[in-house]
C-alpha cells in the first residue's frame, strides 16, 4: 500500500513539475546567468554598458528566479497538502509513508519507476 501511495505521489509530482514548465523556466534562468557572465567577462563593452546590461538583467532575472522558485513551492505544497490529507484519514499510514521516503531503496525505486512512467508517458504522447 505504501508503495502504491509512493508511486502516486511521485506521478503526481512529475505532472506538476511537466504542467508548470519547471525544465523551461530552469533553463531560461541558466540561459540569462550564463549570458550576464558573459557580458561582464567582455572586453568590447564599456563598463557604463556593461552597468546598463546588468541593471535591466538583474530584474529579468530575478523575476524568472521568483517564478522558478514560486513554482516549485507549489508543487512541493501540493504534495504536502496530499501528505496532510492522507494523515488526516490514517496517521498510521502517512507515518509509514514519511519513513519510507528516507530509505535508500525506496528512493532508488521511486527514481526507476519515475524513469519507467516518463518513458512510457512519452511512447504514449508520441502514439496519439
Do not use: C
Amino acid at each position: 500500500m505504501i508503495y502504491f501511495i509512493l508511486s502516486i505521489l511521485s506521478v503526481i509530482f512529475i505532472e506538476l513539475f511537466i504542467r508548470f514548465n519547471l525544465m523551461k523556466d530552469a533553463h531560461g534562468v541558466i540561459e540569462l546567468s550564463s549570458h550576464s557572465v558573459n557580458i561582464f567577462k567582455s572586453s568590447e563593452l564599456s563598463d557604463n554598458e556593461k552597468e546598463l546590461f546588468m541593471r535591466t538583467h538583474s530584474v529579468k532575472l530575478l523575476i524568472k528566479t521568483l517564478t522558478l522558485a514560486g513554482k516549485f513551492l507549489s508543487v512541493f505544497a501540493v504534495l504536502f497538502l496530499l501528505v496532510l490529507l492522507l494523515s488526516l484519514f490514517s496517521p498510521e499510514l502517512a507515518n509509514e509513508v514519511v519513513d519510507y521516503t528516507q530509505s535508500v531503496k525506496v528512493i532508488i525505486l521511486l527514481t526507476v519507476g519515475s524513469l519507467i512512467y516518463l518513458w512510457l508517458r512519452n511512447v504514449i504522447n508520441k502514439k496519439l
